[in-house]
């Protein structure tokens, strides 16, 4: 079972916004609140919702799909689609009122036939690749690619966006390139768009979770938190924020056995007792979003202690080495979470298996009940 504490989301997000205004208080950037793969796994409609009444004024997911859920969960906050429009019904920008990001001149060309057919005016951000190298307008090319998509009339530039690479990397010189780069697209930007149609002069954002701790000069007007939402600081920068983590991940002993030295469990027999040993048998595997990697690596809490994941992680089942622990069927497993005075994090079990945080978050299976508090 997942716990997602709502009441820990929403109180980082508040901390998120006391630490902006503290750190620029004359004009202070607003949160894009990131609710993308399923609000990092920990479910977008109950995420949305929460975030929302936290008082998030935009939130931001990664395809229209997504954007349908939200606001069939009631969601009425402005809704950001990150992603790229081609694989999906452009009616439902239309339909959710979603706002698209354009990052392509063949998106920004299907995105204003879709208007005319409406016949709407629709609200976009423009994305500008600065040297990720995935999607976004090549931050040297904007003379030739933006004048169309700026002229139309179909289409308003609400805002003008660039995602960094190496945020998360205090030795990449690629970060700093990335801003530097982004300044002078602002710049080209600004003079295609007055050149065109003019109007508005388009808000600016850039800074992920990883960026918003480590430069405020790339906040701008707004910022875009994802993984410090859900309590976790992106490995390897440190936080004074006081965050708490959102979802607690637990299950039960199910069975427990001796092992006689010499016997081995699991699939593929990877584990080998070398003395008696107590295996505790818990049902939960890679069919829940567990890594396998944590056969021989990971460890579980059980009666407030640390016990040893064993053997390989199969689908449905793990087992966990809780020798002399006194563990019996029944028992509450922590897999996330706190149990007696330990705690196992998302950034410790990724770094245990050589992984990111937000692949465990967002890998935790659907068929895992989440129980909201």
């Not at 995420?47 to 009631?74: K, N, Q, S, T, W």
């Not at 990052?103 to 040297?131: F, M, N």
């Amino acid at each position: 079972m997942a716990r997602v504490d709502l009441d820990a989301l929403k109180s980082n997000f508040r901390h998120i916004v006391e630490h902006l205004a503290r750190e620029q208080p004359r004009r202070p950037p607003r949160p894009i609140a990131v609710v993308k793969a399923n609000a990092y796994g920990h479910g977008a409609a109950e995420v949305g919702r929460a975030l929302e009444d936290a008082g998030a004024d935009l939130l931001a997911c990664a395809d229209i799909e997504e954007g349908a859920v939200l606001r069939a969960a009631g969601v009425t906050a402005q809704i950001l689609v990150f992603g790229a429009l081609s694989v999906s019904d452009l009616d439902g920008l239309f339909d959710c009122a979603l706002t698209p990001t354009i990052s392509t001149p063949g998106a920004a060309r299907a995105v204003e036939t879709i208007a005319r057919k409406h016949k709407q005016r629709l609200r976009y951000h423009l994305k500008i690749d600065t040297g990720m190298n995935r999607l976004g307008f090549r931050h040297d090319n904007l003379g030739r690619t933006l004048p169309e998509l700026l002229a139309s009339e179909g289409l308003e530039l609400e805002a003008v966006y660039t995602h960094f690479a190496t945020a998360d990397d205090p030795d990449s010189r690629l970060f700093n390139d990335q801003g530097l780069r982004f300044e002078r697209a602002l710049k080209d930007v600004d003079d295609i768009r007055k050149g065109a149609r003019g109007g508005r002069r388009p808000y600016v954002h850039a800074a992920n979770s990883a960026a918003l701790l480590r430069d405020a000069r790339v906040w701008y007007d707004r910022v875009r938190p994802g993984l410090l939402l859900y309590g976790v600081v992106p490995p390897p920068l440190a936080s004074t924020l006081p965050l708490l983590p959102v979802m607690t991940l637990r299950s039960r002993v199910v069975a427990v056995k001796g092992v006689r030295p010499g016997e081995g469990v699991g699939y593929g027999v990877q584990f080998s007792a070398e003395r008696p040993a107590t295996i505790a048998t818990i049902p939960a595997g890679y069919a829940d979003g567990l890594d396998a990697r944590l056969g021989g690596r990971g460890v579980v809490l059980i009666r407030g202690r640390r016990a040893p994941i064993v053997g390989s992680v199969s689908m449905d089942m793990l087992a966990a080495d809780v020798t002399g622990l006194d563990a019996a069927p029944g028992d509450e497993v922590v897999i996330l979470g706190s149990q007696g005075g330990d705690r196992i994090d998302v950034r410790e079990m990724a770094a245990t298996i050589g992984t990111i945080p937000y692949e465990i978050l967002c890998r935790i299976g659907t068929r895992i009940e989440r129980v909201y508090s």
